[in-house]
Nanobody, 118 residues
Framework: VQLQASGGGLVQAGGSLRLSCAVS????????VGWFRQAPGLERQFVAR????????IYGDSVKGRFTISRDSAVNTVFLQMNGLKPEDTAIYYC????????????WGQGTLVTVSS
């Protein structure tokens, strides 16, 4: 199983980016795909997650109303649309998949860097 995150870059405050997480080598069931982020010197933070089967979503408080997570089953990809970006959103963003076999996310992507300038 591989998760490939992409779409990061440099954007001005107030701008938008769309991150992608392409999943390969896995047949989806009732899995959850989530986005996390980690800024330098800070702990990893939950951003959003989506249940692949139902499409239900959950967001971290700091991104509610600005970020939207979605999935496209035709291409086995999860997206994170980020609008109204703020400098404090600067971080490496990771996607991860929870299959339920363990009490933690089983698979992680390599991360993509998002930098928001003020």
């Amino acid at each position: 199983v591989q998760l490939q995150a992409s779409g990061g870059g440099l954007v001005q405050a107030g701008g938008s980016l769309r991150l992608s997480c392409a999943v390969s080598g896995h047949t989806f069931n009732n899995d959850v795909v989530g986005w996390f982020r980690q800024a330098p010197g800070l702990e990893r933070q939950f951003v959003a997650r989506i249940n692949w089967r139902s499409g239900s979503t959950i967001y971290g408080d700091s991104v509610k109303g600005r970020f939207t997570i979605s999935r496209d089953s035709a291409v086995n990809t999860v997206f994170l649309q980020m609008n109204g970006l703020k400098p404090e959103d600067t971080a490496i963003y990771y996607c991860a998949m929870f299959t339920g076999r363990r009490n933690s996310y089983d698979y992680w992507g390599q991360g993509t860097l998002v930098t928001v300038s003020s």
